[in-house]
């Protein structure tokens, strides 16, 4: 049997060898025909390319892989495929009017022109052709002669002709001169010339409608109907008045009959009018049926989808997506959209590992990668944030919101030069957009490029006083220190919401800077009062409070706030921190406990916890929740100092606590906290000489601890002097640390040994 197959491939083969070119060619242009009559667009053009391979001088053959094209919609194929036959024999007429009729749609006075004079050519060798008529009628009118225009119409009307194109534009011409009556004679003279035309009738019935002629329109559309029972367009039209007259159960019954048309594009209209018309349940269930009739339709999935996310299903949307990337792991849109709905039910991990996956095998995936990117920012992770936005960028540098991202990210980093230079990257035509506006001035104002940024804000505000600029200005005009004009901004912004933070903060801190706390406790007192069911108000002026030392008025605050709460987990830890700052640690503790309890992976929560295990002296418990802190948070730099400083006296791991100094210390480069740990580390490890080096910045923010720390790197490295006079500065200011003893005794063991 396999020797029979062979042989019968090496004759068909064989046959194919003594065929000549022409003839070939002519066999894939007939087999593309076909394909193009059943609407395979895609395999009738690979058939026209081979075509074109055999007879590389065929007219015929670009004209039929144009018309292809153009049924594509890829109009920029279609024109150089028409162009070339139209060059290869510039009698083809069918090539020479197609091609006009692109050019026609042009507003270039010359492309108009040379459609003009390819139609008028078609017109030489064929005086009838009605698709050249309409061509150079519809050039002529866009060059500004009508008159001829609406005569080369009514001499194609005169020719028999089943093409509703010529009454269509004669029609258009009429409204062109407001002319309505004359526009409606035309298309009624061209349905009664072409009675049995379904185009004729729809396009009448059309114009009854757009002259409120209801009764009308619903005579002809239903003729059309008739003519052509499965004629969407016809249906879609009588249906769409059906239900615009209120006559539901009729349109209903329309639009089941175009949902079950074969064409795909069908399917989902009987669940779109259920949409549409509040019938949200039936429309989710013919959404869902089209999918499992064909589930490989993406759109649809979408669509159902989408639907259930409307409706507050989101379980139910996450199983479609769930079933969809189950079915079938390659499916790239499955893949992401499954990523997402992990990541809304909060399993970061999860979500990340998977679009890992997604990334690795479809490189190209920019929403992979953003999406990515969102994880990494919601784990605080902003270095591989920002690698996974390089990533979309290089893919589609036109993606303004990854742009946008990579700069807020790093100006979160203190680094407003790196942001603007992304920004200023941005492709010439996104530079106007409101969103690329607000980004660069974020990052003007980080930078205190204050001229370029005053001029910037002056033109916008001109166009759009939008929340975001009149906040910028607000801030550049404390920068200033123009603290007035300051507070102009924040009453506009107030005057629109009156419980925005932000602003009641800057405005506060407006009246700070003028050395007037009594009005800032005024303005936000006044709001609290006004607003005591205002959560986020209530929580703002407590921590204000808080700040002057009125503890205890804080606490109230907060508690107000929490009673109109409904997510009392942050007010709660406030409240564990305003304890822990009155040396309450047993209240803290009882606070936080059943926050914990609730939800473990609150990261603030773990790292006030870890601060109270470790006032308390246990310090294993208190590694154990930093370590929580930077499995929540890899790059949280506080979570890396404090197990760096604790496991350093606990003597548990040193060379860990190094690496842990060191990532805080390069994350936040001019904290004088880690500074001072890093070099307490290094000088638990001997290294007294390295130690200096990150002691003295410590040191020269004052801070008593790290000048007795820098003492007794200096007394260790042989500086005695500067160990002298860095201990009395330090014992001058606070002499009953527990660090004054060591660093006393290292000097005089330094001055007995004569160090």
Known sequence: MRYLTFAILAASLLCACKRTPPENSARMIDSGKQYLAKKDYAHAIIQFRRAIQYTPQEAEVYYQAGLTYLNMLDIPSAYVNFKKATELN?????????????????????????????????????????????????????????????????????????????????????????????????LKDAAQRNPKSTGAALVLGRMYAAMNDAAGAEREFRRAVVLDPKNAKA???????????????????????????????????????????????????????????????????NRLVAAYRAMGREADADKVLETAYNRNPKDAEAMLGHAQSLARMGKLDDAANLLRLLVADSRDSVQGHYLLSKIYAAKSQPRLQQQELEEALKINPMFLAARLDMSQSLLAMHRPDAALDVLDHTPPDQKKSLLFLVGRNWALLAK??????????????????????????????????????????????????AQNTRSLEILAESRAAERRPDLAFAALAGAARKYPHSSGVQYLYATWLSRAGKIEQAREALMAAKTNSSDNAGIDIRLAELAFAQSRFSDARNLLAPVLARNNKIGRAQMMMGNIESVGGNAPAAIARYRAVLELEPDNAEAMNNLASIMTEAKSNIDEALRFAQKAKELVPDNPNYNDTLGWVLYKKGLYSSAVEYLQVAANSGRSLSKYHLSMAYAQSGNRLKASHEYEEAHRASPSLPEAKAAEALLIAAAHLGR
């Open 90 to 186: 510039p009698k083809h007429a069918g090539a020479q009017t197609r091609l006009a009729e692109l050019l026609s749609a042009s507003h270039d006075p010359a492309k108009l022109r040379e459609a003009s004079e390819r139609a008028r050519e078609v017109l030489k060798l064929a005086p009838e052709d009605v698709s050249a008529l309409n061509t150079l009628a519809i050039t002529e009118f866009e060059l500004g002669k009508a008159s001829d225009a609406e005569a080369h119409l009514r001499e194609a009307i005169g020719h028999a002709s089943d093409d509703d194109r010529t009454a269509v534009n004669l029609a258009l011409m009429r409204l062109y001169k407001k002319d309505p009556q004359g526009a409606l004679t035309v």
């Open 235 to 301: 249906l879609m039209a009588l249906a769409g008045l059906l239900s615009a007259t209120k006559r539901d159960s009729e349109a209903e019954l329309t639009y089941q009959k175009i949902s079950s048309l074969p064409d795909k594009p069908y399917r989902p209209i009987l669940g779109l009018y259920y949409w549409r018309t509040g019938k949200r349940d039936a429309a989710i269930a013919e959404f869902a049926l089209v999918v499992k009739t064909d589930a490989s339709d993406r759109q649809a999935r």
């Open 448 to 497: 205190g490029e204050h001229e370029e940024l005053r001029r910037q804000l002056d033109v916008s505000l001109k166009h759009a006083r939008i929340p975001d600029f009149l906040f910028q200005d607000a801030l550049l005009n404390m920068q200033l220190k123009q603290y007035a004009a300051a507070r102009t901004s924040l009453n506009e912004l107030l005057a629109k919401d």
